[in-house]
C-alpha cells in the first residue's frame, strides 16, 4: 500500500479530543445499533469563519436580483467574492499548499443523458430539466481558474463524483448505444459547460494537471491493499473516541480519495426527507465504492440497509475517511420541496465558503431556513471534531444570513423534523386507559424531580435514540395511562408549536395549563400540533399518554411553523438552581452572582448559574482539592445577566475527573466568587 495514506483534518483554533461528547452505546453489536447522539460541548470546537455572497451585492460590476439566471461572468464574480471574504487562518489559498494534489468533488447525481433519442435518466424526466439536482459547472470552472491562474500552488486538481444514476462511457456495462455521460453532456443552463470542456481548457496551464476520476469506476482500497482484503476501518482523525456510525466493518474506500492531499467540496444547495438538506456532508453518498460490494449498477441503496434514517450515519462514516478541507455551497440552481430527486428547482445565487464543512453547512441550512442543530449529520460530524454547527460560534464574512435567507419549501410528509426532546421523566403506568381520569392530584402543576414519588412510584430519567422516545418495558401495560414531564427552556418570548407523537392517545399540559387531549394520537412527531406561546426561561410540559396494548412512548418537538425546532431552545428534567450571592467581596453590586452548581453532588455533569454585570470579561474556572486549575469553562467577553454553564467532568485534556471534591470560581473585573461542589463517579 505505499503510497496509500489516511488524511487528517486539523480545524484552526478547534480544541477537540475525549471532551467533545458524552457518548453512551448499548447493543454494540454488529449491524445496526441502538447509539445515544453524542451531546457535544460546542464551546470546545473552537471558531469558525464563513464567507457568505450573493448576487445583489453593490460591489459586483453586475449585480442582480438572487431570482435571477446569471451567466457565468455573474456567477464567477459571486464565487470569487466568496473566496476573498474568507480572512481566516484556513482560506483557499492558505489550504492548497505548494505540489498539492487537490480533489474537486462535485455532484452529478442524475445527469440529462439521451440515448436512443431519449431521456434515460428518471430524475431528470419530470417534464422538464432538472437543472437544482447537480453541481453548477460554472461554479466548478470559477474555482479551477481561482486555483490554476490565481492560486496556483496545486501540482494537480482531479474532478471527482459517483454519480448514481449514470454510467460512464466505454465501461463494462454501459449501454452501447449512450453517446454521451456525466462527465461529456453539455449542460445548458449552465452556459452549455462540460466537465471535459473545463478539463481541456485548463489542462497544463501553469503547470498544473488537471482531469476527472469517476469514483464509480476507481480503485477500492482493503486491508489487504487495492481490491484486496476486508473493508478499511473507519478512521477517528481527530481522536474523539469515536471511530463508526453505521458499520462496524468499515468500508472500502477509494483509492484516490486516500491519496489526494487536499479535498475541496463543492455542493449544490438541496432539500431532502432524509437527513434535511443536501449540502457538503451529503455529498459523501457518491464516493460509496459500491462495486466493491458486488454491484454491477451505481446505486447507492446499499447505504440503506439499515434503513433511510440510518443513511447520515453512513455518509458520516465515509466522510471520516477523507474530510473536507474547503467547502462551497452554491444556490445559483437549488432544490426545494420533494426534494432531492422530484423537488422544484429555485434561483437563489448565493455562495457560503469555509473551511469548516460543519459550520458551512450549519450556515447554508440556515439560510435554506432549517435549524442546524435539528440537523443529526451535523450533530455526528461535530461530535467526531470536524467542525461546528453552533451559530454563536460562526463569525461571518460578507452578507448577513437575514439578508440572503430564504424558507425553502420542505419535502411533503417528511421523515425529517426538529430534533426534538430525547429525555424525559416518566412516572406510572397506571391501570386505567381513561385518559380523563387523574390518579396524581393537581397533575397539571406536576414540576417532579427525578427520585421524587407519586402513589410510592418514583420519577424516573428515560433517555431515547431517537426523537420517539421508546418507554421500558415495565410501561408497557395494556389498558393503561403514564405520566411523562420535561421543561422546554427558551431564551426569549416567543409563539410556536408543540408536536407530539404519543402512543395510543394523550392529554397535554403547557406552563400549567390544559391544551390538548387527544383520544388517539400516534408515533409521527406531528400526531399532536397544537399553537403555545413559550415564556422566556423554564415552561413545563406534562403529557398523560394513554397505551391501549404494547410498547409505548412519545415525542416532543418545540417548533415554528414548519417542525424545525424554535431558536434559543432546550429540553431539560431539571430546573436550573436559582441564582444566589456567593461573593467574596460583600461590598460588591448584587449585579454579581454565582449560584450553587446543580446537582451536587453529580455524576456526569453538573449546571454553574451566575449573573455577570458586564457587558465585559469573564473566567469561569474549576479547580482540585489542592488548588490546581483543572479546566477553564468561560473565558470570553459576556453581556450582563444570567448565565448557565455546563461542566461534563472532565479537564482541559478531556479525561474524566476522578471523583472528589472541586471547587469553581468566577471572575471579572474587580469581582470574584467562589463555591464547591462534589464529583461521584
Known sequence: MKGLKLKRLWIPGAVVGLALLDLSLVEKSEGNRAQLLPAVDTAMLGEATVAIACSECEALARPATRDTPLDYDQVNAVVRRAIALDDSPGNLAAVVEAGDWVAI?????????????????????????????????????????????????????????????????????????????????????????????????????????????DLNYDEWVGTDGVGAGDPLPVPDPNHSGISWYQRPEGYYVSRTLLEVDKLVNIAAMKTHDIPGVTLLHKQYVGTFMQRAYGARNNSKMDLHRYGNERVPWGFMDMFSYRPTDYGIIEGFWGTEGRGPQWGNDVNHNVVIAGSDPVAVDAVGATIMGYNPKDLVFLRLSAAKGFGTYDLDRIALRGDAVDAVQRDFDKTPNPDFWGWGNRRWLVNGPYASADIDEAPIIDEAALEPAEGQEHNGIAWQAVEGTERFVQLPETYSQARSTTYAFAYIASQTEQEGFLYLGADDGCKVWFNGGEVVVKERAGTRPDAVSVPVSLRRGLNPVVVKVRNGFGAVGLSLVAGDEDGDTLPGIEYLTEAAPPVTAVEEDAAAPAAFALGSNYPNPFNASTFISYRTPGPGAVSLDIYDARGGLVRRLVDKSLPGGPHLTRWDGRDAAGAESASGLYFYRLSVPGRTAAGKMMLLR
Open 105 to 213: 468533488k462535485v455532484n452529478i447525481v442524475t445527469a440529462p443523458l439521451v440515448i436512443n433519442g431519449r431521456r434515460r435518466t428518471s430524475f431528470w424526466d419530470q417534464g422538464r430539466p432538472h437543472w437544482g439536482q447537480v453541481t453548477d459547472l460554472r461554479v466548478v470552472k470559477s474555482v479551477i481558474d481561482y486555483l490554476v491562474r490565481e492560486e496556483g500552488d496545486a501540482r494537480r486538481i482531479t474532478i471527482v463524483e459517483g454519480g448514481a444514476e449514470w454510467a460512464k462511457l466505454d465501461e463494462p456495462g454501459t449501454d452501447p448505444a449512450q453517446t454521451e455521460d456525466g462527465w461529456t453532456v453539455r449542460w445548458e443552463a449552465f452556459d452549455n459547460l462540460s466537465y471535459v470542456d473545463i478539463v481541456e481548457e485548463y489542462d497544463g496551464v501553469n503547470g498544473i494537471a488537471v482531469d476527472i476520476v
